[in-house]
């Protein structure tokens, strides 16, 4: 079982629309979650990251955490076009410091 | 957000010979700097880590010997991929953890071609 597990999609959604992007995680004392994202041929830019259970909201974006479940979700409200490219999740592994990320979700927003 | 800047952003090269990247943090002082590499359609898988003044700690799988890292100051990280082969084919990225931040701050990437 992958440690970060992500649909790689694509995910398809009308200029608009709701994006919903998922991930589950195996380790059930992981306690720090990232959302980054990835357009094609650059670097990763994160969008925010989450520690605790419950939504964090950041102007369109939504991330949710449900530790009990273990999932971590981010909501994109109003998609734009511009919002098209891949979202990883990752999360950070304390004891030995460093981040692991999933195989990301391709978004695509159409217009 | 803090800036990290790396460099070249793209290399090519022959077979056999040696590439050097530099991994900078522009605006604070690095404690600790990643180096990823990302395959195609693929996720970032972590190289090593390394600390200032300290030697890198690699991941499983990753050859020590062949993906050389120096953390000489608190600003620069550099990562050689010595004898490079087709297959080193990659997007390098670095990031740098450090001036109190809580959070990765990421390089542009190094787009490395080997022919």
């Known amino acids: 079982q992958k440690e970060v597990e992500q649909n790689s999609g694509p995910l398809s959604v009308p200029e608009g629309a709701i994006a919903s992007l998922n991930c589950t995680y195996s380790d059930r004392g992981s306690q720090s979650f990232f959302w980054y994202r990835q357009y094609s041929g650059k670097s990763p830019e994160l969008i925010m990251f989450i520690y605790s259970n419950g939504d964090k909201e950041d102007g369109r974006f939504t991330a949710q955490l449900n530790k009990a479940s273990q999932y971590v979700s981010l909501l994109i409200r109003d998609s734009q076009p511009s919002d098209s490219a891949t979202y990883l999740c990752a999360l950070w592994r304390g004891g030995f410091q460093k981040l692991v990320f999933g195989t990301g979700t391709r978004l695509l927003v159409s217009p | 957000g803090a800036v990290v800047s790396q460099h070249p952003s793209r290399v090519i090269c022959k077979s056999g010979t040696s590439v050097k990247i530099e991994c900078r943090s522009l605006?604070?002082?690095?404690?600790?700097m990643f180096w990823y590499r990302q395959f195609p359609k693929q996720s970032l898988m972590l190289m090593a880590t390394?600390?200032?003044?300290?030697?890198?700690?690699?991941e499983q799988g990753v050859e020590k010997d062949k993906f050389l890292i120096n953390h000489a100051s608190l600003t620069l990280s550099t990562l050689t991929v010595t004898s490079a082969h087709p297959e080193d084919s990659s997007f390098y990225i670095c990031?740098?953890?450090?001036?109190?931040?809580?959070?990765?701050?990421f390089g542009p990437g190094t787009r490395l071609t080997v022919l």
């Open positions: 390394s600390n200032e003044g300290s030697k890198a700690t690699y």
């Open positions: 605006d604070f002082q690095a404690t600790t």
């Open positions: 990031s740098a953890w450090g001036g109190g931040a809580n959070e990765q701050f």
